[in-house]
């Protein structure tokens, strides 16, 4: 499922994971490291690959098409889990 959103708000979950969440993501989803960070706007692909990240220049950093939405919705995940109160 593709995904349309501005290279901001892309930026902005990224730096919201906390510390690990970035290796996290890359060992569920049996990947490396920086094709993590290249899905959240880095361009190392030398060592990672490019992940269907399309930028088109404009407002906000410009506008951001995923083709495969998986390493947002585990950065989602995440930050879900941060932002719930633990249940004793």
């Known amino acids: 499922m593709t995904k ?3 290279f901001n708000e892309l930026r902005k979950i990224k ?3 906390p510390e690990g969440s970035i290796h996290r993501i890359a060992d569920e989803l049996n990947t490396t490291v920086q094709t993590v960070r290249n899905y ?3 361009s190392n692909y030398q060592v990672g ?3 269907g990240l ?3 220049p404009g407002p906000e950093g410009g506008i ?3 083709d495969d939405t998986t390493i947002l919705e585990k950065a989602e995940k995440i930050l879900n889990e941060i932002s719930r109160p ?3």
Do not use: D, M, Q
């Open 86 to 88: 633990i249940e004793a």
């Open 40 to 42: 959240f706007g880095g």
């Open 54 to 56: 399309h930028i088109e």
């Open 49 to 51: 690959n490019n992940c």
């Open 15 to 17: 730096e919201s994971l």
């Open 4 to 6: 349309t959103i501005t």
């Open 64 to 66: 951001v098409v995923l």
